[in-house]
């Protein structure tokens, strides 16, 4: 069956670090893409970043560059997000998504998500 379920969310100060997990089941991180997306309050879903099956990183939000990291452990079948830096403006719901073939940055084009995770940054 398949599952992308999310840990790691909570309250952090500003500047403090948190990591997210998405552990995949019914599938092989060696098979597809896992990308990053956050919603913050009253506003739509936009992308973070990607890994793909290459372990080739992708960083699509120019506010993250340099703070947040992604990386995969396929003993594990996890993807995670490193965040460090964090700002106020991080605040948000965090979700993993999986597709097929390539890191894109479009939301739609991504065909099972994680239950997401809050992640609030406030001190």
């Known amino acids: 069956q398949l599952h992308l379920v999310q840990s790691g969310g909570g309250l952090e100060q500003p500047g403090g670090s948190l990591r997210l997990s998405c552990a995949a089941s019914?599938?092989?991180?060696?098979?597809?893409?896992i990308g990053w997306f956050r919603q913050a309050p009253g506003k739509g879903r936009e992308m973070i970043s990607c890994?793909?099956?290459?372990?080739?990183?992708?960083t699509y939000l120019d506010s993250v560059k340099g703070r947040f990291t992604v990386s995969r452990d396929l003993a594990q079948n996890t993807v995670y997000l490193q965040m460090d830096s964090l700002k106020p403006e991080d605040t948000g719901v965090y979700y993993c998504?999986?597709?097929?073939?390539?890191?894109?940055?479009?939301?739609?084009?991504?065909?099972?998500w994680g239950q997401g995770t809050q992640v609030t940054v406030s001190s």
């Open positions: 890994i793909d099956m290459y372990d080739r990183t992708f």
């Open positions: 019914g599938f092989s991180l060696e098979t597809y893409v």
């Open positions: 998504t999986r597709r097929s073939y390539s890191c894109v940055g479009t939301t739609g084009l991504y065909d099972y």
